[in-house]
């Protein structure tokens, strides 16, 4: 019993002693992120400015491809409709 109290009361030391913050450089950390943090948070006095060369031109081709290719699959899905929907009338007559 005696030892249980002697490494609770141990115990209770030690986490009191890790929670002291008695050194200069975690003071000195802290400034350093504040200062960091008011100089992001300053106004910007620059105004935008549009770089002409930095100009994205679009190849087209590629799209118009795809198009075609969607176009033509969704043709022969609406003929293969179409035929299954005569096959069925068919059937049903």
Known sequence: MKFRIAAAATA???LA???SADD???EAEANTVEVAADEA???VTEEPVV????AIEEDTAAIEAEA???EAAGDEAAATA???M???SEDGQ
């Open 12 to 14: 209770s030391l030690a």
């Open 41 to 43: 948070m300053e106004p």
């Open 17 to 19: 002693a890790c929670g």
């Open 86 to 88: 005569d096959a069925m």
């Open 68 to 70: 075609a290719t969607v």
């Open 51 to 54: 770089d002409e060369e930095a």
């Open 82 to 84: 179409a035929a299954a």
């Open 24 to 26: 200069a450089s975690t």
